[in-house]
């Protein structure tokens, strides 16, 4: 048996045979053979063609569930260049003219017009390339599968192995036979690793060296919550998997017993339990565990793997989507929170020495207001189709609220002399996660609707410990006395304005912590999807006035 | 035949979205639609996708259309140049 070391992405335990997924058909078929019938080849091609097309289809129809149809646009725009004539007509001449097999004329049509977009000056349309080269390779593919479907089918349980697998390539996958996936190369924050993420489907990646050719056709597991690949599994292995599959199985069960149940105590008190959204493909899973809205939306997702800023239009439509399918639940949107460990390169941001106190978030937004506005105005326009509310990040002071608040004023009058609509009640709110923020809630809560406590930060700037030191990670104590006191004195504060505390860092998901919060009289607690109905079960198995006052006393 | 001339207006000139819109155009109104940069002799039809987009006709440039209806399908002016002028990327008013 070998056991090999990765990254879980997921949760989840798959069983089956290794095979590799065969992804460099491409320049396998640049090789030209001669033909004697081209009509055979012909046919070949057209066949392909028709096949490509319908899955092309399927692949926009499901995205279009799963992700949305801004994401799904591309494989409409697959579709429309799978009928240009040109493209189609260049493959049929080459095959004919020259006596050649479909692949290689496929192959050669490609290059042609990737050639084309590779010596555009817009990056954008450089990048087009790869989307001609995508239909190619899906060409050749559809051809292959006539031969090969028979042999994949054949085998029950498949887990695929490969370097890398992109998004649509995982959405291919036939998740009848194929299980999980194992990779070389990826990262957790990938397309492809949140995609199999929301999709629950099994899968380690980063494996490195350790994936040899020679485990091809053997026996592997993949426990992707240990992040491990077990190659030629012992028995023992085998039977303490099953066992553990078989339990998160029950787990799971037992979750969905607690979907459409309310988020109260065995005495009646309530708290709501949110999702956090980095990636419009979360809202899926969001919806799934059925939280009672999103308590925090990065977005600066939006922002980041791109090389220009994204225009007010672009934002309206992402926002506008995810009020529409969370309506009538709140959406929080948390404006840019760029700076520190998020970087994107056309910000232009110098190399600072101490970058997590540097300039970063409402920091960032308010010394470039025209950024921080077209965000605003794209928040403030999706308003109109759905419950969204806005949360400022990096507060320290009572300015930095003022200063926002004006401008989103500026937005509204601006909106409203060009004639879009908005919600002109939206709810302000502003991030809890500097000690400053913390010493002055009582100041703070006069002029916001909402607090959000962001646990992450508040604890390496209270504690003085950098999140990104492994040699003092062990220091990282969200549950320090120091935090926990901190939570009430803003909890306590906030309640006297009448305002709502929301906990929006990791430790919301911590079952550990429910009593303390819930004792505290948190009003929200916002966490990762997959944790939301494991704490609706244990907030449903609390009797908070039997704990309150000893729990209270402790602080 | 309709025959003008536009402005590429849209930042990222003819991209996919555009290009896929064009041929719907020439799809609903059941024409023809033949593009050329205003200095070029190279022709493109909206109806493949593809050729339009590698044709690179980006922000800022004039282009020259030509609208070729069916004789029994004549392509009213008043809805067709609006929705083309759309797709170039200036904003209806």
Known sequence: MHVLKGIGVSEG????????????????????????????????????????????????NNALNDIGEDYAMIFNVHKMMLEDI????????????????????????????????????????????????????????????????????????????????????LLELNKDCITGFITILGSKNSHTSILAKSMNFPAVISLGDQLKPEFEDCDVIIDSFAGAVYVSPDRATIRR???????????????????????????????ELCANVSNII???????????????????????????????????????????????????????????????????????????????????????????????????RASAYGNIRILIPMISNLDEILQTKALLEECKNELRKDGFKYDDNIQLGIMIETPAAVMISDILAKEVDFFSIGTNDLVQYSLAVDRQNDKINFMFNPQHMAILRMIRLVCDNAHKEGITVGICGEIASDDKMTEIFLSLGVDELSMSSPFVLGIRRKV???????????????? | MIKLECEIKDPCGVHARPAGYLRDLAKKFDCQILLRKIDSDNYCDASNVLSVMASGFKCGDNVSVEVISKPDKPVDERIFIPELKNIFGEKKE
Not at chain 1, 24 to 29: E, K, L, N, Q, T
Not at chain 1, 540 to 555: F, G, H, T
């Open chain 1, 86 to 169: 040109e493209y189609l007509n260049s493959i049929v001449n080459v095959i004919k003219d020259e006596n050649v097999n479909a692949e290689y004329a496929i192959w050669f049509t490609s290059r042609n017009f990737e050639k084309k977009f590779e010596n555009m000056d817009s990056e954008y349309m450089q990048q087009r390339a790869s989307d001609v080269r995508d239909i190619s390779k899906r060409l050749i593919n559809c051809m292959n599968n006539q031969v090969d479907s028979n042999v994949l089918s054949d085998k029950k349980e498949i887990i695929i192995g490969c370097d890398d697998l992109t998004p649509s390539e």
């Open chain 1, 540 to 555: 449903r198995s609390i009797n908070v006035s039997a704990i309150r006052d000893e729990i209270l006393s402790k602080l």
């Open chain 1, 241 to 271: 998997l099953r066992r553990k599959k078989e339990m998160c199985n029950k787990q799971q069960e037992l979750l969905s017993r607690f979907k459409g149940k309310d988020d109260v105590t065995l005495d009646g008190q309530s708290i």
């Open chain 1, 13 to 60: 335990i798959a069983f089956g045979k290794l095979r590799a997924y065969k992804k460099d058909f491409f320049s396998m078929h640049s090789m030209k053979v001669f033909v004697e019938d081209t009509d055979l080849e012909l046919n070949k091609f057209k066949k392909a063609k028709e096949l490509a097309l319908n899955q092309l289809d399927v692949l926009y």
């Open chain 1, 282 to 380: 979360d809202i899926k899973a969001v919806k799934e565990c059925d939280a009672s809205g999103i308590g925090l939306f990065r977005s600066e997702f939006i922002y980041m793997e791109r090389q220009s800023y994204p225009s007010e239009e672009e934002q309206f439509k992402i926002y506008k989507t995810v009020a529409e399918k969370m309506s009538p639940k709140p959406v929080t949107i948390r404006t840019l929170d760029i700076g520190a460990d998020k970087q994107a390169k056309y910000f232009d941001i110098p190399r600072e020495p101490n970058p997590s106190m540097g300039f970063r978030g409402i920091r960032i937004c308010l010394d470039r207001p025209n950024i921080f506005k077209t965000q605003l105005k794209a928040i403030l």
